[in-house]
């Protein structure tokens, strides 16, 4: 008998009865959310005055070992931290946060829903309601998945998060990450572009690509930069994060148990600039005591 595999992320994992892929949904299951909050911290042109409806979604398909998201993000999520389960209570939910934003909609690592994606935009656009799509991803994509997600999709806003294959394996377990990141960059750049087209300061259509510089690993971040540059565009939109906090776990490898430092971050921006970027978003090294999130009754920022 053959066996079925998932085909929405590029783990590929098998879709046993009762077992569970390597991001922790089981075949077939249910959209699980663990917050939707109305978010004022991202870039300018996503946020606004008046914020994005981020839609939190519980899992990951890439389990990075230092994620600050990581109580909502593991393969098993305590009960009390998912809000919402099932397709009607979710458009429920972001139905009543979005009245409160810019009309932006935040899909928050929602590859391991890929599929249910397309019938949660066909219910928002069923109320007549219809925000700016905004979907938030690892960058760990099938381009298959991307093709089927271009028409409900408005902006791309992927992570870029390693250059080198042997640290992504023994971050995020994902070896093929570079390979596979890039070949989703690529699509995401032939749908979208380098433009950022706004409308009284909010985009409206594109791509921003994200990278979170992590202590001890600037070549990594560099060679990120290089291969935008190279491959991509330098007129492209880059959000270079300097965010990252230790997350309360033991046994961190490297130097992921300390902050970035100063003279780290400054090689790596002095890199984006050589490099001939131009738009985009350079955050200042305090961030990482503004950006860390509390799941719990509702979700917090330090």
């Not at 298959?144 to 806003?157: K, N």
Request: hydrophobic share 40%.
């Amino acid at each position: 008998m053959e066996e079925d595999f998932c085909t929405v992320c590029p783990r590929g994992c098998p879709e046993g009865a009762a077992g569970r892929g390597f991001c922790g949904k089981a075949a077939g299951a249910m959209m699980e959310v663990a917050e939707i909050v109305v978010h004022r911290g991202e870039e300018p042109v996503l946020s606004g005055q008046r914020g994005i409806c981020n839609v939190f979604f519980a899992h990951c398909n890439l389990q990075c070992i230092y994620c600050q998201n990581h109580t909502i993000s593991g393969r098993c999520v305590e009960e009390r931290l998912v809000r919402h389960r099932g397709m009607e209570p979710v458009v429920d939910a972001i139905a009543r946060r979005l009245a409160e934003t810019e009309n932006m909609l935040g899909l928050v690592t929602a590859t391991h829903y890929a599929d249910q994606i397309p019938a949660l935009m066909e219910a928002l656009w069923a109320r007549d309601l219809h925000p700016t799509v905004v979907y938030n991803s690892s960058g760990y994509e099938r381009v298959e998945t991307l093709q089927m997600l271009a028409p409900y999709v408005d902006i791309w806003l992927p992570d870029y998060k390693y250059s080198d294959s042997a640290l992504a394996a023994r971050y995020s377990h994902a070896a093929d990450y570079p390979r596979r990141a890039q070949e989703a960059l690529l699509e995401m750049f032939a749908q979208k572009g380098a433009g950022l087209p706004t409308d009284e300061g909010l985009a409206f259509r594109g791509m921003i690509v994200r990278h979170l510089v992590l202590p001890g690993q600037v070549e990594n971040s560099i060679g990120c930069l290089q291969w935008l540059a190279e491959n991509l565009s330098t007129r492209l939109h880059v959000s270079l994060m300097a965010q990252y906090c230790p997350p309360d776990v033991p046994a961190l490898p490297d130097a992921l148990g300390r902050r970035l430092e100063a003279a780290e971050y400054e090689r790596v921006v002095e890199a984006f600039f050589d490099l001939g970027f131009e738009r985009g978003w350079v955050q200042e090294l305090t961030a990482a005591d503004n950006y860390k999130p509390h799941f719990g009754e509702q979700i917090t920022f330090e």
